[in-house]
């Protein structure tokens, strides 16, 4: 299912390792914070920060944390870079619980990529669902 011209970007909730690994083993194109900011540049960006740039570079977000929604910093910035952005339902997961929820839901995260931006999704353990953005 993977498609070429669909990117994905980590934040540092998914971990550096694990998640961005699995995924590579999927076929996803996909790089961590920690891969493009560096360890200890990745803990220190502020989260508008990494949302703008990567939107700006034309990468999807995934994230574990789907509060940012509710933040209003975090949610006006996903709305003003045209954001697509994945969170996982629950960041109480392992490494590997993360990565097959992602990959359990991979279809209708690309069909979901698709489509006119800005939104954040909430990948549980059943389905997506939308998540009202909070400006």
């Known amino acids: 299912m993977p498609t070429p011209e669909l990117r994905f970007l980590t934040d540092r909730s998914l ?10 083993a999927a076929g996803w194109a996909v790089v961590s ?3 493009r ?3 200890v540049s990745a803990q220190a960006l502020a989260d508008i920060d990494w949302i703008q740039d990567a939107t700006a ?3 999807v977000l995934l994230t574990g944390d ?3 929604a509710k933040r ?3 949610a006006r910035t996903v709305i003003a870079a045209g954001a697509r952005v994945f969170a996982l339902g629950s960041n109480q997961l392992t490494g590997a619980q ?12 690309f069909r979901r990529a698709a489509l006119e931006a800005p939104f954040i999704v909430s990948v ?4 997506l669902e939308t998540i009202k953005l909070f400006g």
Do not use: F, N, Q, S
């Open 66 to 68: 789907k509060a940012i």
């Open 37 to 39: 900011y560096g360890a």
């Open 124 to 127: 549980g353990d059943r389905r």
């Open 72 to 74: 209003p910093a975090e």
């Open 57 to 59: 570079g034309g990468e």
């Open 98 to 109: 993360k990565a097959a929820r992602l990959l359990l839901h991979e279809a209708a995260i």
């Open 33 to 35: 914070m920690r891969e």
């Open 15 to 24: 971990g550096d390792h694990h998640v961005p690994g699995a995924l590579r």
